[in-house]
């Protein structure tokens, strides 16, 4: 029954951020202290995450900047406005290519990760297989809707975060967080290339900020969306380091869940932390995917005006189920992830700033004559 | 069959505008005899229909009065319509010059009324009202005298509370009005009625205040009260079901309660009530998924109190829901996650059990809910027997006999007892339904069924409406000033404004410019 409109299609600054905040925290955290540690020395891979944040903070404050130039018009027809029609229309196809791999890879990981520390013997295919069809139902609602999943579902994630955190005090040895300041650049730099990953997905605000109810806070809201997930991370690599200290970091696979399994929790309430962490985890990265599977749903529908956006989820769950199921092992996985940066280094990064800088050049030029 | 079921409405609302069409009704005759005919005729005579026919005035100008005995009220026909006009003989008018004196100077009666078409002075006496009929005038006068036997003011049996009025509504529409009158002396509160169903012609009342309630939100749900078209809408239950926004959600979308204190407190929010003639039950709309954690009680005690119980219900509906999928996935998957000393128990006292953990607490909890549904069924003493048998032997035995394991039972029990403290029955009843899905779901995915169940849970959350409002509220959409009546219950003077979901016009609820 058609219901009077309440006039809550739209979001406020806050609600974006913590919507770009909550796509940036995904299963990247899982495994982001080991990559980094894998190339640097001692602790000193915080300098690598804070420099791959600080270049986030800066795109994200540029494309927050070109998204308040986009506005209701939709990403498509801006650009196209900008760079002609074709080539829009190849920017977008590039942008939902970017988004479907990224829930590819989401659900992928998921199911690699849940097969270590839930199940034993459940095959991944299904339990990836479950994860998309839920998020599938997600995505067939209404966007508000991905949007307030990600207020209800943040502060859980945080929480349970900063609990495991403080859990480890005791465990957690100053001693191995020295010396600092030990690792060459060119050490630095390769750690900066292996975070990268964790800080995708603020190219969402170019998406959502058709519905942001304040457009002009939109590089606000998109910086304050990688802080927060930036101090997070910091914070979970200097814990990591200082309970499993380098040398062993390097060897764990997952340590954000490892760290959960060595805390002791008070009251011998439960043992195994990590697999309560993880199905807490579980919900932000059910964000992640259900946000970067709606992009893609928005890209493609801004292409093909016709298809309802019904067809286009159920036509591209099995697109992203075969994409993840792709990779036979680790190497092809890990090459997979690589993908979706270089994706996302072109379509999400590249291009878009790009647009900015030629409708500053545009602007400039109209206002000369 | 889908097709029908989505245009049902599409279709009633088309039939209804063509019934609705020129439909001018009967004019009453000015003949004496033919309008007692026409009603004769048209009501078939029946033993209950009472027409009496006497002469009034010094004229002797023939009068008829018609009324459904049993509808009502004796005494008041006697002493204050048939005795006053038969004793008259003052005027010498007839007809409607006559009814006109009748109506201002005979009848000590205080309804009256006037009406000029058949089914209208119909309707009436089939609601208990008496129609006066003079010859030679062509309308007719009713007298209000609706009295029929009601039940007495009782406690409500659903909701009962420790500190708190304990009055509840009856299934007479006029004792519930009053009791919402008695709460709120506002000059602006109103009772809209409608009359629905086809054939029952039932009143259903809508009450709300007019300058606090959001403006949109009564004419759309006289609109959708308008959509409905059948024969009887045999309570608020149908009601319920038909101008809710959704029929594929297991969650309440409007509240229904016995309780006055309730309804007046819900219309001093901004919402409205719908109340249904021979029904006790009130709807309350538009809702959300808070109301459904809310009790009166919540406002009658101290605020610590209150906000303690509310955690207690919140998790009470955690546990109401989850408790037995987290015990069966943790059983059937994750024995890990349990503290070693307490799976060596767990594994003692599962000894000897042949199930897996899913059948033992699918036994265990279709178990329960047949006692329960047994227990309502029953008369009231042989009940509480049902209680004892099923709680104390059924369990004991069944642990005793190795057929489930104590702490099942135990799982259950507490299961049980959550669902039971929730204040809202419909509330509960859709945890009951979904607590099975997510056993499902844990037995075979474990815990990640369960948190895949809960998403779910929440997917349909956010994307629930009722009248336009999202069922997530406060919490998405976050409304801080509404925090203060969601978990915490704040202290009494610290509760300024009306909730900000309801949009109500008139915000403010209290000031605090006087020194207390």
């Known amino acids: 029954m058609k219901a009077f409109e309440y006039g809550d299609q739209e979001i406020s600054s806050a609600q974006m951020a913590i919507t770009i905040a909550s796509i940036l925290i995904d299963v990247g955290i899982l495994t982001l202290p080991r990559e980094v540690a894998e190339v640097t020395e001692s602790s000193d891979g915080w300098i690598s995450i804070a420099a791959t944040g600080l270049i986030a903070i800066a795109c994200a404050w540029f494309i927050g900047k070109l998204a308040i130039r986009v506005g209701t018009k939709g990403l498509y027809d801006y650009s196209a406005s900008i760079i002609t029609r074709p080539l829009a229309f190849m920017f977008m196809l590039g942008l939902s290519a970017y988004f479907l791999l990224f829930s590819a890879y989401e659900v992928r990981s998921i199911a690699n990760t849940a097969k270590q520390y839930l199940f034993e013997e459940t095959p991944a295919e299904v339990i990836a297989l479950i994860f998309l069809l839920v998020v599938a139902y997600a995505v067939s609602g209404t966007r508000i809707g991905l949007i307030r999943l990600n207020v209800l579902f943040l502060p859980m994630v945080i929480v349970i975060a900063f609990v495991v955190m403080g859990l480890s005090y005791s465990i957690f040895h100053l001693g191995d967080l020295k010396p600092f300041f030990i690792t060459d650049w060119k050490q630095i730099t390769n750690g900066m290339k292996r975070s990268e990953y964790p800080f995708l997905g603020f190219e969402t605000v170019l998406i959502y900020i058709s519905i942001m109810n304040k457009p002009k806070d939109a590089p606000k809201a998109a910086v304050l969306g990688v802080v927060v997930p930036l101090l997070l991370y910091l914070l979970m690599y200097m814990v990591t380091v200082g309970v499993f200290s380098n040398a062993s970091l390097r060897q764990i696979k997952y340590p954000t869940l490892e760290l959960a399994k060595e805390v002791h929790v008070p009251g011998e309430f439960f043992e195994r932390f990590e697999s309560m962490l993880f199905t807490i985890w579980l919900l932000t990265v059910f964000n992640t995917m259900s946000m970067a599977f709606d992009c893609a749903v928005y890209c493609l529908s801004a292409l093909f005006r016709k298809v309802k956006r019904t067809t286009w989820v159920v036509m591209l769950c099995p697109l992203i189920y075969l994409i993840c199921m792709e990779p036979q092992d680790n190497v092809d996985f890990d090459r997979l992830g690589r993908l979706v940066c270089d994706f996302a280094n072109v379509f999400a990064y590249a291009v878009p700033i790009l647009i900015l800088l030629l409708s500053l050049l545009r602007r400039r030029k109209s206002h000369a004559p | 069959m889908f097709k029908q079921l989505f245009f049902r409405r599409a279709i009633a609302r088309t039939a209804q505008a063509a019934a609705a069409g020129p439909a001018p009704g009967r004019p009453l005759s000015a003949s004496l005899k033919e309008t ?4 004769r005729t048209t009501l078939h005579a029946p033993n209950d229909l009472i027409i009496r026919e006497f002469i009034v005035g010094s004229v002797n100008c023939p009068f008829a009065l018609v009324c459904i005995d049993g509808l009502v009220d004796n005494n008041l026909v006697n002493e204050q319509v048939l005795k006053p006009l038969i004793h008259y003989c003052g005027a010498d008018e007839t007809g409607s010059a006559l009814l006109n004196t009748v109506e201002c100077e005979v009848l000590t009666s205080f309804e009256l009324d006037r009406v000029a078409t058949l089914d209208d002075s119909l309707l009436a006496i089939l609601s208990g009202d008496t129609l006066l009929v003079a010859d030679g005038a062509a309308t007719g006068l009713l007298v209000g005298s609706r009295g029929w036997k009601t039940r007495a003011l009782e406690e409500p049996q659903t909701e009962s509370i420790i500190r708190g009025p304990r009055i509840g509504f009856t299934e007479d529409l006029r004792t519930n009005t009053s009791l919402l ?47 409905i078209d059948m024969d009887d809408v045999e309570g608020s239950g149908y009601v319920e079901q038909w101008i809710a926004d959704s029929f594929l959600t297991p969650f309440p979308l409007i509240l229904n309660t016995e309780r006055p204190d309730k309804v007046s407190g819900a219309l001093l929010q901004g919402r409205i009530a719908v109340l249904v003639d021979g029904d006790p039950f009130a709807l309350v709309l538009p809702i959300t998924l808070s109301s459904c954690f809310q009790s009166p009680e919540d406002y009658y005690q101290h605020w610590l109190i209150s906000t303690l119980t509310r955690i207690l219900r919140l998790v009470a509906a955690f546990m109401a829901t989850f408790l037995p999928a987290l015990y069966i996935s943790l059983l059937e998957f994750h024995h890990g996650m349990i503290p070693s000393r307490l799976a060596f128990s767990i594994a003692g006292a599962r000894e000897g059990v042949p199930f897996p953990a899913v059948i033992e607490a699918f036994m265990m909890e279709i178990t329960l809910e047949l006692l329960r549904e047994a227990g309502l069924r029953l008369p009231k003493p042989i009940g509480q027997t049902i209680g004892i048998v099923g709680g104390l032997v059924i369990g004991e035995a069944a642990v005793a006999a190795g057929i489930v394991s104590p702490i099942m039972v135990i799982v259950v029990a507490v299961t049980a007892i959550s669902s039971f403290a929730l204040p809202s029955y419909s509330f509960a009843i859709s945890l009951r339904m979904l607590r099975f899905g997510i056993m499902l779901a844990a037995s075979v995915w474990g815990l990640f069924g369960v948190i895949m169940a809960y998403i779910m849970i929440n997917v349909h959350l956010v994307n629930l409406k009722s009248f336009g409002i999202p069922y997530s509220t406060p919490f998405v959409p976050f409304f ?8 915490l219950r704040a202290p009494v003077i610290f509760m300024d404004f009306r909730p900000k979901l309801t949009q109500s016009l008139n915000p403010v609820r209290l000031r605090r410019t006087k020194k207390r």
Do not use: C
Request: proline share 3%.
């Open chain 2, 36 to 39: 007692l005919e026409a009603i």
């Open chain 2, 480 to 487: 801080a000033r509404d925090w203060k009546d969601l978990i």
């Open chain 2, 181 to 227: 009158r008695r709460r709120i002396r506002d000059t602006n509160l109103r009772f809209d009625i409608q009359r629905i169903g086809r054939r029952s012609r039932r009143e259903v009342m809508i009450a709300y205040i007019d300058d606090i309630v959001h403006p949109a939100l009564v004419p759309e749900l006289k609109r959708r009260l308008d959509t």
